[in-house]
């Protein structure tokens, strides 16, 4: 069949089009790459942090600051340093950040004292800030409408295979060679991954249309997304054309205010409870006198409960509509801390596994889950600096909720009272995103203007 040849091209029309393409499928392997090593370098410090106070006698005080100082440097990349994707390109943000923790992973394992490891976690944290929300704007970019909530969490397997990798890398690797051993490995592994984005990963379509001055680049990336059109050198492309520059100001016109207060308060609680659960978990079942291999294999069915969350909720999200899947997702994960704190009153190493598993598709599928309704919630050219700010603001809870836990078990609280009290942040988490499908469910989440559109 003869090609087709066109005289206009919108990107997101196109793509809403035609299918899906082998260069499409590579954008989601090699995002899903870049959060699995994120998701290894942010998880390796909660399984080698009991080696870490066993050997420089830490208390829970300092351990509490030791967990939270990337979450400090993941609060200030989402904010400062992934907008900077609008100016650079998605591609070379996510190449310099990457490089950039893998790097500090790297150099941690020089740190000989906690002032040290505190410097090389926080530079580890701003360099994982600045590179996750270009990997999850880039494949909701290059996927199309009906299956975008879906390529969303579906990528974020790979954040839950780089938790689950830490997690056998620090089996394997602590006892007989330390804690440096695993951070190092996550390091190396990094870094190659980073030289690998530099020859295959594609850039932003929108990017290169509007700011990057790069009409023929996007011209041959069309191309390979639908081989059946002919571009010529009078074809005129389009791209995210209402946005052509991008101020952090628009996440809040356009009808988006509201949606964007209650996103942030659900990323917020969200990752209150998930960040505690993924730097204390490990720690609080041995304080709970489970053994350290029992704690390490909860906490790692844990995180594959997140990848069956991936591989169930993305559709449900694009068959259902987001709003009362993450909210119920919020509901069932209250449920879930509630019930941990049961079976730790007299554990069961068993059921403690399984109730674990639980948990963290709840909590996880949370998380994949609030991303994918960014996504969906804004236009194309903001979604880099909404994804970023709604983690950035989320990561204020990810700072506090480990530095809490640490406080909480200073003043006499036991793993079961922190448990309960994880469920609070849930059911208003529920609340928020609930009351946001009330107001927007009603409408299409963007006008062909970019603006939303009133209920």
């Not at 793993?415 to 946001?436: H, K, N, Q, R, T």
């Amino acid at each position: 069949m003869d090609a087709e040849t066109v005289a206009a091209i919108d990107t997101d029309a196109l793509i809403n089009r035609v299918p899906i393409s082998g260069l499409q499928i590579l954008v989601a392997l090699l995002s899903g790459c870049a959060l699995l090593v994120e998701g290894f370098n942010t998880s390796a410090i909660g399984y080698i942090a009991p080696q870490i106070t066993r050997l420089w006698h830490v208390p829970n005080s300092t351990l509490g600051t030791i967990l939270s100082a990337d979450m400090v440097g993941l609060l200030l990349g989402y904010l400062f340093i992934s907008p900077l994707s609008a100016r650079f390109g998605h591609k070379r943000m996510l190449i310099a950040c990457t490089a950039a923790f893998g790097a500090m992973t790297f150099l941690t394992i020089t740190a000989s004292g906690v002032p040290l490891l505190l410097v090389f976690r926080f530079l580890t944290g701003i360099g994982v800030g600045g590179a996750m929300p270009s990997a999850v704007a880039l494949t909701g970019e290059y996927f199309p409408e009906r299956m975008r909530s879906s390529s969303i969490t579906l990528i974020y397997i790979g954040f839950s295979l780089g938790q689950i990798a830490a997690g056998v890398a620090s089996g394997l690797l602590l006892e007989p060679f330390g804690w440096r051993a695993v951070l190092a490995t996550g390091g190396i592994g990094t870094l190659a991954l980073s030289v690998l984005f530099i020859f295959a990963l594609p850039e932003s379509l929108e990017f290169l249309i509007n700011r990057g001055n790069g009409s023929a680049h996007a011209a041959a990336l069309i191309r390979r997304v639908a081989p059946g059109l002919r571009i010529s050198a009078t074809t005129r492309i389009t791209a995210g054309k209402h946005a052509q520059s991008v101020r952090l100001g628009q996440l809040v016109q356009d009808g988006r205010a509201t949606g964007t207060m209650l996103i942030w308060a659900g990323m917020f609680m969200n990752l209150m409870i998930y960040f505690f659960l993924q730097k204390w978990l490990t720690s609080l079942l041995v304080q709970s006198g489970l053994s350290q291999q029992v704690a390490i294999t909860a906490t790692t069915i844990g995180l594959a409960g997140g990848i069956a969350a991936a591989i169930i909720i993305g559709p449900l999200m694009d068959r259902y509509g987001p709003y009362a899947v993450v909210s119920g997702l919020f509901a069932l994960s209250a449920l879930s801390v509630v019930v941990m704190a049961r079976i730790l009153v007299s554990p069961v190493p068993w059921l403690t596994v399984v109730v674990s598993f639980f948990v963290g598709f709840c909590l996880s599928g949370g998380q994949k889950a609030n991303n994918a309704l960014s996504v969906f919630f804004y236009p194309t050219a903001l979604r880099g600096t909404g994804i970023g700010w709604s983690l950035g603001i989320g990561r204020f809870g990810g700072v506090l909720g480990p530095f809490m836990a640490g406080v909480m078990l200073a003043g006499g609280w036991s793993p079961v009272d922190l448990f309960y009290a994880a469920s609070v942040p849930m059911l208003l988490g529920a609340a928020a995103i609930a009351a946001m499908g009330l107001i927007y469910s009603r409408a299409a989440p963007v006008s062909a203007a970019g603006k939303l559109l009133s209920p």
